[in-house]
Nanobody, 122 residues
Framework: QLQASGGGLVQAGDSLRLSCAAS????????MGWFRQAPGKEREFVAV????????YYEDSVKGRFAISRDNAKNTMYLQMNPLKPEDTAVYYC?????????????????WGQGTEVTVSS
């Protein structure tokens, strides 16, 4: 089970840190990622982190602004977002994949959190 949190209403240039707490069976998980879905748009990839924490992959528009990380002791994944832009407004979902490698495809992810909403005003 994945539980996402940390969203909110912020201004452009502000920062937010999203959290994704994992519970239950995690021994088959190969990677965890973040996706987002803006109103009227399809869900899109944001970032992914290997389960070991050694490898990351980001969507081009967030490179240099977002950072994905994980706290093994807390079984929690994070997405630090700074600086935020109005085009980052979306519902953000965390997900876990049992596939090897780092994927940006939604179908590669078996487990999904409920989403947390991020609104960035200009």
């Amino acid at each position: 089970q994945l539980q996402a949190s940390g969203g909110g209403l912020v201004q452009a240039g502000d920062s937010l840190r999203l959290s994704c707490a994992a519970s239950g069976r995690t021994f088959n998980i190969e990677s965890m990622g973040w996706f987002r879905q803006a109103p009227g748009k399809e869900r899109e990839f944001v970032a992914v982190l290997s389960w070991s924490g050694d490898n990351t992959y980001y969507e081009d528009s967030v490179k240099g602004r977002f950072a994905i990380s994980r706290d093994n002791a807390k079984n929690t994944m994070y997405l630090q977002m700074n600086p935020l832009k109005p085009e980052d407004t979306a519902v953000y979902y965390c997900a876990a994949s049992t596939w090897s490698g780092l994927s940006h495809y939604t179908y590669a992810y078996k487990f999904w959190g409920q989403g947390t909403e991020v609104t960035v005003s200009s």
